[in-house]
Nanobody, 123 residues
Framework: QVQLVESGGGLAQAGGSLRLSCAAS????????MGWYRQAPGKQRELVAD???????NYADSVKGRFTIGRDNNKNTVYLEMNGLKPEDTAIYYC?????????????????WGQGTQVTVSS
């Protein structure tokens, strides 16, 4: 099966930067969509940014101009470069990936989430 492993979270000061990575492993045939979501305490999970296999990106209004999403298709990895961090960016950040895998003899669709990585921004 497909697994996602996130890294790069931690503590930053307001105005600082962090870089998140999410590496996918398994019998991956395609990774059509990769995205970063976040969930702050007491709030619903929300989209931060996503990117298609063709490189089309989409950002939440709250992070436009500060965050950049990118992917390395050869490594099945998606990145989130976060600059100009604000205390309101504090949340658990989750990676999501969708596509097709071939665990046995035929392709199946997958929609996987990572375990989450904590990002804390102090004022």
């Amino acid at each position: 099966q497909v697994q996602l492993v996130e890294s790069g979270g931690g503590l930053a000061q307001a105005g600082g930067s962090l870089r998140l990575s999410c590496a996918a492993s398994g019998k991956i045939v395609s990774m059509e969509y990769m995205g970063w979501y976040r969930q702050a305490p007491g709030k619903q999970r929300e989209l931060v940014a996503d990117i298609t296999s063709g490189g089309i990106t989409n950002y939440a209004d709250s992070v436009k101009g500060r965050f950049t999403i990118g992917r390395d298709n050869n490594k099945n990895t998606v990145y989130l470069e976060m600059n100009g961090l604000k205390p309101e960016d504090t949340a658990i950040y989750y990676c999501n990936a969708r596509g097709e895998a071939r665990p046995t003899f035929w392709n199946i669709r997958y929609d996987k989430w990572g375990q989450g990585t904590q990002v804390t921004v102090s004022s």
